[in-house]
């Protein structure tokens, strides 16, 4: 089992519309945990990061965390075109390390 | 402030040349990782420092990689006798301390092995 797992997309959402990324993760002892958006070509770009069960909003984007059920979402509001990229989901990993575990990501493209 | 730096940013090497991939953290900021990214995949954690001391470097894929941050700043990924499974992306972290867990990427270094 992957520690981290995404659905590779592509998910396609009309602009305006609101676009729901979800992740999850097998490490019952991971305490932080992040969103990440990659253009095509170019590195990664930190988005949000959640530590607490809940949600999180920063502008359009709202990061939702569920500890019990393992997973976490981003949801981003009035989608454009612009948001088209690759959504990574990241992971701490517990047990006398500090590393990341990435997932594969999920394209989204945001249809104009 | 500048962010996190990499070159080159292209590489090409033979197949059995070494490389030097050579990484610039953000100033101050404590902690720096090194990942691996194929083409549609996620990053890969190869290796994690704080200041000089390299904590865990349990995703290093052979003994043909290497890495060091010799004076707790910049950090140089080394890969001998390269092979072409050794293509990839190379992305530079860093984070200002291993308990403020945000880490900033640098743009990456593309290695072509032929």
């Known amino acids: 089992q992957k520690e981290v797992e995404q659905n590779s997309g592509p998910l396609s959402v009309p602009e305006g519309a609101i676009a729901s990324l979800n992740c999850t993760y097998s490490d019952r002892g991971s305490q932080s945990f992040f969103w990440y958006r990659q253009y095509s070509g170019k590195s990664p770009e930190l988005i949000m990061s959640i530590y607490s069960n809940g949600d999180k909003e920063d502008g359009r984007f709202t990061a939702q965390l569920n500890k019990a059920s393992q997973y976490v979402s981003l949801l981003i509001r009035d989608s454009q075109p612009s948001d088209s990229a690759t959504y990574l989901c990241a992971v701490n990993v517990v047990s006398g390390t500090y590393k990341y575990i990435f997932g594969t990501g999920t394209r989204l493209k945001v249809l104009a | 402030g500048a962010g996190v730096s990499q070159s080159p940013r292209y590489k090409v090497a033979k197949r059995g040349q070494d490389v030097a991939l050579r990484c610039d953290p953000i100033?101050?900021?404590?902690?720096l990782f090194w990942y691996q990214q194929a083409l549609g995949q996620g990053p890969e954690f190869l290796t994690y420092?704080?200041?000089?001391?390299?904590?865990?470097k349990s995703g290093l894929p052979s003994d043909r990689f290497f890495a060091e941050r010799p004076e707790g700043s910049v950090s140089t990924l080394k890969i001998q006798r390269t092979q072409q499974e050794d293509s990839a992306v190379y992305l530079c972290?860093?984070?200002?301390?291993?308990?403020?867990?945000?880490?900033?990427f640098g743009p990456g270094t593309r290695l072509t092995v032929l």
């Open positions: 972290a860093s984070s200002l301390t291993l308990t403020r867990y945000e880490q900033f």
């Open positions: 100033s101050g900021h404590v902690s």
């Open positions: 420092f704080q200041n000089e001391a390299q904590l865990d």
